[in-house]
Nanobody, 127 residues
C-alpha cells in the first residue's frame, strides 16, 4: 500500500521561505489527487494546496485564500513527488503540515477527498 513521507519542516523567521516535500513510498501517485493540509492543536485540519495529476501532467491546482500568491505546489517525478514552496511566511502559517493523497476525481481542499496521509512535518514561523 502506498505511503507518503513528508520532509522539509523547520523553524524560520517571518518573511522567509521554506520548501516542503512529499514523496510516495511503495506505490505511485501518477493518477492521484495530492494535497497539503495543515493543522494546529485544537483546530481542524485545513486544506492549503491541492493538485490534480493525471500522467503526464498536472491538470489543476487550487489554494486556500490565505496562501494564494505566496505558496506554490509542484508535482514531479511522474507525479510521485509534491513540493510546497512557501514564501513570505507569516506566524499564522505555523502548523503541522501533512501530505495527503486520494485516487478519486475530485481534488478539493477537504479531507474527505483523500484516503492516504503522511506523518506530518512541523513548520514554525516566528517574528
Amino acid at each position: 500500500q502506498m505511503q507518503l513521507a513528508e520532509s522539509g519542516g523547520a523553524a524560520v523567521k517571518v518573511g522567509e521561505s521554506l520548501k516542503l516535500s512529499c514523496a510516495t513510498v511503495g506505490g505511485t501517485a501518477e493518477s492521484y489527487c495530492m494535497a497539503w493540509f495543515r493543522q494546529v492543536p485544537g483546530k481542524q485540519r485545513e486544506g492549503v494546496a491541492t493538485t490534480n495529476f493525471r500522467r503526464p501532467r498536472v491538470y489543476s491546482t487550487a489554494y486556500h485564500d490565505s496562501v494564494k500568491g505566496r505558496f506554490f505546489v509542484i508535482r514531479s517525478n511522474g507525479g510521485n513527488i509534491m513540493d510546497l514552496q512557501m514564501n513570505a511566511l507569516k506566524p499564522e502559517d505555523s502548523a503541522m503540515y501533512y501530505c495527503e493523497a486520494g485516487d478519486g476525481t475530485h481534488c478539493g481542499l477537504e479531507t474527505a477527498d483523500y484516503n492516504t496521509w503522511g506523518q506530518g512535518t512541523q513548520v514554525t514561523v516566528s517574528s
